[in-house]
């Protein structure tokens, strides 16, 4: 059992940025796919990124290319998500997931096996 815990989300205005962080305990191996997801009020929950350590591969949404950054602490099993240039469009519940192993199929959310429990951004125009 993995436990995930996110935190770093907040107001901001366009055209700011946020870092969360995800941070995991339990039956933990840094060679773990983390996605990350996030949902806006009245959509589906969608892949915003993932970062799989193992064969140093990182995947991104086509919307957050180039804006949003994955990446992994080195020294304890802490995930980030650097996001710039936000716009309202990414206000939604941000929540981490882990899973064995991540491929093109990375934003499939039956791939995950544990999920943390959101932290919210807004971006206000």
């Known amino acids: 059992q993995v436990k995930l815990v996110e935190s770093g989300g907040g107001s901001v205005q366009t055209g700011g940025s946020l870092r969360l962080s995800c941070a995991a305990s339990g039956d933990i191996h840094s060679t773990y796919c983390m996605g990350w997801f996030r949902q806006a009020p009245g959509k589906e929950r969608e892949g915003v990124a993932a970062?799989?350590?193992?064969?140093?591969?990182?995947y991104y949404a086509s919307s957050v290319k180039g804006r949003f950054s994955v990446s992994r602490e080195n020294s304890e099993p802490t995930w980030y998500l650097q996001m710039n240039n936000l716009t309202p469009d990414d206000t939604g519940m941000y929540y981490c997931a882990r899973a064995n192993w991540c491929d093109l199929g990375w934003n499939v959310e039956s791939q995950y096996n544990d999920w943390g429990q959101g932290t919210q951004v807004t971006v206000s125009s």
């Open positions: 970062i799989y350590a193992l064969i140093g591969s990182t």
